[in-house]
């Protein structure tokens, strides 16, 4: 980002900034439009508009989808910050629950049948929570439903740089007829930049932009300009390949340790920031967060991934943030305190 900044200091252009083109920084759109072809989607340039960041491209997709009062099914668990911005928009949800190998189709075809929603929102790859992906033969099976009964398929694909990238994608098994897809820059250059993406067929892209002008006229130019130097300059597929090296060599430290914590793995993720974790014997885990903000540590307990806040068991760690030997200490102590306040 400073080679990108001083790079860009230097050029008159980015002096005076006006508002810029409502579809996004060009040589930008150009860069995703490449990129999407690397993986066999083909979408062209006119298909792409670019967002403050994937929540705002997550809002503009449903809102060209739905109205208040429909239905939208969602993953459950799922990320925890779609469910309050899809109620605000007086949307109903329904959650679809989250195997290891994808969505659970059985569930799926009957929400589909009995509440028909207008759309379901789909982590496909590094799930989060679970850090799962999807299988392609669930992809191939929630596609069939999907064209069968009109329902359209956001895919949300905030991770899949973090994925080896060979790992399925709806947009590239049905390419964007039923499938809008949507990605950000945010988990591997930079959250602060807010720079996201719609991508779609051009119909629905030029919905998208007539929302997009509505609420926000345009998207951040420089935080673009800068997105685009990083991708122009060519080393960014590199800094990926550095990016999941060390993610995988955190997630096994992480594993290990938790092990001898006695918290065992949904699944061993093939790659991303999330372990969804649970002790062999339940806890109280709202309890255990509480307790853990007593001691500056921040939990992300399994109940508010479900959009009905459902009791779990599961907790959320990010392997990023998973070097503090505190932590560890921390749950051995509580987990041993509430195994002898037990037996008492």
């Given at each position: 980002m400073r080679s990108a900044l001083n790079s860009l200091g230097r050029r008159p252009d980015m002096i005076e900034l006006g508002y810029g083109n409502?579809?996004?920084?060009?040589?930008?759109?150009?860069?995703i439009a490449l990129s999407l072809a690397r993986q066999g989607i083909a979408c062209p340039r006119s298909g792409i508009i670019l967002t403050h960041g994937a929540s705002q491209a997550l809002e503009l997709a449903i809102r060209c989808l739905a109205r208040p009062g429909d239905t939208v099914l969602v993953e459950d668990p799922g990320y925890c910050n779609l469910f309050p911005a899809l109620r605000a928009l007086g949307l109903v949800l329904y959650g679809v629950p989250r195997l290891k190998d994808g969505p659970c189709l059985e569930s799926l075809a009957r929400l589909v049948q009995e509440k028909r929603p207008k759309a379901f929102?789909?982590?496909t790859r590094l799930h989060n929570p679970t850090g799962t992906s999807c299988s392609a033969p669930?992809?191939?099976k929630l596609l069939r439903i999907a064209e069968t009964t009109n329902l359209m398929l956001i895919e949300d694909d905030i991770f899949g740089d973090l994925a080896p990238e060979t790992s399925p994608t709806l947009a590239y098994l049905g390419q964007l007829e039923q499938v809008i897809r949507i990605s950000s820059f945010s988990k591997t250059i930079s959250p602060g930049l807010r720079v996201g993406?719609?991508?779609?067929?051009?119909?629905?892209?030029?919905?998208i932009l007539k929302l997009k002008m509505a609420s926000s006229l345009t998207s951040t130019h420089m935080s673009e300009a800068i997105v685009h130097h990083i991708l122009a300059d060519?080393?960014?597929r590199l800094h990926l390949a550095r990016v999941r090296e060390k993610l995988a060599h955190q997630q096994e430290k992480a594993l290990?340790?938790?092990a001898r914590t006695g918290l065992v793995p949904f699944c061993k993720p093939e790659g991303g920031m999330f372990l969804w974790m649970r002790f062999k014997q339940e806890q109280n885990v709202l309890q255990l967060t509480r307790d853990a903000a007593q001691s500056d540590f921040l939990l992300a307990p399994g109940d508010y991934f479900s959009p009905e806040n459902a009791r779990s068991p599961w907790l959320r760690f990010n392997v990023t943030q998973c070097d503090r030997t505190e932590l560890f200490t921390f749950l051995n102590h509580w987990?041993?305190?509430q195994h002898a306040s037990t037996c008492a």
């Open positions: 409502p579809y996004g920084h060009e040589g930008l759109r150009d860069q929102i789909i982590n669930v992809l191939h993406y719609v991508a779609s067929g051009p119909a629905f892209a030029r919905n060519g080393r960014y290990r340790r938790f987990k041993a305190t």
